[in-house]
T-cell receptor, first 112, second 112 residues
Framework: GDSVTQMEGPVTLSEEAFLTINCTYT??????LFWYVQYPGEGLQLLLK?????DKGSNKGFEATYRKETTSFHLEKGSVQVSDSAVYFC???????????FGTGTSLTVIP | NAGVTQTPKFRVLKTGQSMTLLCAQD?????MYWYRQDPGMGLRLIHY???????AKGEVPDGYNVSRLKKQNFLLGLESAAPSQTSVYFC???????????FGNGTRLTVT
């Protein structure tokens, strides 16, 4: 079935370190892929998205490339900040009303 | 901009009690969703709606009911609360079926 698997956390990094959070997916159709971020006490917010193979989504220094050959959508940032501390969710959408699938989330803590 | 608003923010129920969670969106979105978030399990879809007057079951619908009498509101009801329903509940909406989700800030429900 359709699903998303993402890297388990928690992840702890020092400020200015490089970040990668792995995400792979299984889908029967042609999904759109998303990264959402959840700050403490808040709902999820869209961080970036990609709608087709080889698309690169980017926002706030974060990037992810839709790789169909490896069924992956890894999140990267070159230099993390303390303010990036949050839980990150990878998700896929299959274009019908109920078909969004979320990973289990990866908690990131950035220390000064 | 209000976006997606959930009420209440917190609630404690005793086993067997009932309650209704309210979700309101002011973005004229057609699609609305109720998710629950539990540690290590990501987000799981409870029920969803593809338009006013319509509802459908998601992945974990048992013990919940929903109604979408007005386009902007999506209500989630628990008729007889159980401890297994202790969770954080998120409402979300989207313009069309594969557009990004907009989330509320959640309702933390504890059932004792």
């Amino acid at each position: 079935g359709d699903s998303v698997t993402q890297m388990e956390g928690p992840v702890t990094l020092s400020e200015e370190a490089f970040l990668t959070i792995n995400c792979t997916y299984t889908a029967t159709g042609y999904p759109s892929l998303f990264w959402y971020v959840q700050y403490p006490g808040e709902g999820l917010q869209l961080l970036l998205k990609a709608t087709k193979a080889d698309d690169k989504g980017s926002n706030k220094g974060f990037e992810a490339t839709y790789r169909k050959e490896t069924t992956s959508f890894h999140l990267e940032k070159g230099s993390v900040q303390v303010s990036d501390s949050a839980v990150y969710f990878c998700a896929l959408g299959l274009g019908t009303g109920n078909q969004f699938y979320f990973g289990t989330g990866t908690s990131l803590t950035v220390i000064p | 901009n209000a976006g997606v608003t959930q009420t209440p923010k917190f609630r404690v129920l005793k086993t067997g009690q009932s309650m209704t969670l309210l979700c309101a969106q002011d973005m004229n979105h057609e699609y609305m969703y109720w998710y629950r978030q539990d540690p290590g399990m990501g987000l799981r879809l409870i029920h969803y709606s593809v338009g006013e007057g319509t509802t459908a079951k998601g992945e974990v619908p048992d013990g919940y009911n929903v109604s979408r009498l007005k386009k902007q509101n999506f209500l989630l009801g628990l008729e007889s609360a159980a401890p297994s329903q202790t969770s954080v509940y998120f409402c979300a909406s989207s313009y069309v079926s594969d557009s990004p989700l907009h989330f509320g800030n959640g309702t933390r429900l504890t059932v004792t």
